[in-house]
């Protein structure tokens, strides 16, 4: 009961404080925010970190593939090559539309 009230105060305690920031800091806050997103070098890090991230995946893969070979169900063979065969180029497209090799 005792961490029921904990809680609650902090939750009421935390609504409080947020709503005496007001919606003026909430917008100063969110232009910051797509000011930053917006500079052309933290574009250009974001996606150097996603090509890498890519490649390191790629790497894992076909590391964990080697060493795993034969011994993967069945079942999740033929989802990545299903996977494998949704995109012509030979690498699958998540739901975020990034591809994977």
Do not use: C, I
Not at 74 to 83: D, K, M, N, P, Y
């Amino acid at each position: 009961m005792r961490y029921k009230l904990t809680f609650v105060v902090g939750l009421t305690l935390g609504y409080v404080l947020g709503t005496r920031a007001g919606r003026e800091r909430y917008e100063q806050l969110k232009k910051s925010a797509r000011h930053v997103s917006q500079n052309p070098a933290v574009r250009n890090t974001a996606e150097t970190a996603a090509q890498q991230g890519r490649q390191f995946a790629g790497k894992a893969y076909h590391a964990v593939s080697d060493k795993v070979g034969d011994r993967v169900p069945e079942s999740v063979t033929q989802r990545v090559r299903s996977l494998r065969d949704r995109n012509p180029n030979g690498t699958a497209q998540d739901d975020w539309g990034s591809s994977t090799p």
